[in-house]
């Protein structure tokens, strides 16, 4: 099959997504025509990507001076400290402006090193190589990078495009189920918000995107890179129509950092809790049918999901969370900025949707009861 392009246009940068399988093989073409001037290339490689790919971009690369960075991946090495420790590898090295930075990963090592790029000597030319199927559909789409901080997680970030972005489904034959759950939950999601003929399709076929095959595969991860790229060329600084993406996400951070961010549980894993909970207080406020929450758990139920939410079945549970919702980057005073659903395809707009704390309190029974 052919590798498929998504053009990413907005009014600061252009750059495209190429998706397929073997599509690491465009990558020395595409230096040379986008960073003509570069020498140097930093390449940044999560510690679990299989040795075959270390070997593919080592070949590929072999006419730049190369410095290989192997990254431990993990939500606590996605930091400030980290951001500082491999800076000062790049300024020891004499890397310019005009040098390379090349993430391979997943979103912890797309988003860490998205804003390495961007702050040394106030940007160096970036491309990601996302290799899980949850940075392919999501966190490699629309310049968003960033670091977690003790108060929450992505508080400390940029917004930086890369020049490219090539996402080889080759990588996936290599994940694990959980790894494929993590992805599965940002394309359920971009169908929820924006495409219900999507969500239907889905509901037939999403046990070919766990067996991993290649058509069906490329058909969700390109659908999901143009729904999120209707959004994020919209509106690519996060101030309006772009915060619907975040459908789902209030609640999942708030269960990451009260969980610590262990690795017990998955950033796929908290948004899939935070999409039920998120359908279940619609409901309640009455802007969704209990028909719509119960199609979306009906395609849990199909894919074996319902664990991710089991323990936030309980008023306890659900008000435990709370404490945790308030550092959440979308809120701009006291109250808790949701976004919530009013049908398949359909969110309310940012900021209609606005919550205290105290109310928040009061809905916890409320949202139990479903």
């Known amino acids: 099959m052919k590798n498929q392009e998504i053009k990413f246009k907005n009014n600061n940068s252009n750059y495209s997504i190429f998706i397929g399988k073997n599509a690491l093989k465009i990558l020395p073409n595409k230096i040379r025509s986008l960073c003509p001037r570069t020498k140097k290339i930093a390449l940044v490689v999560d510690k679990k990507v299989p040795t075959k790919f270390k070997t593919i971009l080592k070949k590929n690369l072999k006419k730049y001076e190369v410095l290989f960075i192997p990254f431990k991946a993990n939500e606590k090495n996605k930091s400030i400290d980290t951001v500082n420790n491999y800076l000062k590898i790049l300024l020891s090295k004499n890397f310019n402006r005009s040098d390379l930075i090349i993430s391979v990963g997943g979103g912890i090592t797309g988003d860490t090193v998205g804003f390495i790029a961007s702050v040394f000597k106030r940007g160096i030319n970036f491309i990601n190589i996302p290799t899980t199927l949850l940075a392919q559909v999501d966190s490699a789409i629309g310049g968003k990078t960033g670091v977690n901080s003790i ?119 908290a948004v899939l809790s935070g999409m039920i909970l998120a359908t279940k207080l619609s409901v309640v406020k009455k802007i969704c049918h209990i028909k719509i929450l119960n199609r979306i758990l009906n395609i849990y139920s199909k894919n074996n999901l319902e664990y991710t939410f089991k323990k936030y079945k309980h008023q306890s549970s659900i008000y435990q969370l709370i404490p945790f919702l308030k550092n959440d980057k979308k809120n701009n005073d006291d109250k808790i900025n949701f976004i919530l659903l009013k049908n398949i395809g359909k969110t309310a707009l940012p900021n209609q949707s606005k919550i205290s704390m105290g109310n928040l309190k009061k809905l916890c029974k409320a949202i139990s009861q479903y």
């Open 151 to 269: 108060y929450g997680k992505n508080l400390i970030g940029s917004f930086y495009q890369p020049k490219l972005v090539i996402s080889d489904t080759a990588f996936i034959n290599s994940l694990p189920k959980k790894e494929m759950i993590c992805g599965y939950a940002e394309i359920l999601k971009h169908s929820i918000i924006q495409d219900k003929k999507f969500f239907n399709w889905l509901e037939k076929n999403s046990r070919f995107i766990f067996s991993k095959n290649s058509r069906e595969l490329t058909y969700a991860i390109k659908k999901s890179c143009k729904i999120k790229n209707y959004f994020v060329t919209r509106d690519t600084n996060e101030k309006g129509i772009r915060m619907v993406l975040n459908f789902g996400h209030t609640f999942a951070h708030a269960i990451e950092v009260k969980n610590n961010y262990s690795k017990k549980i998955t950033h796929g894993e």
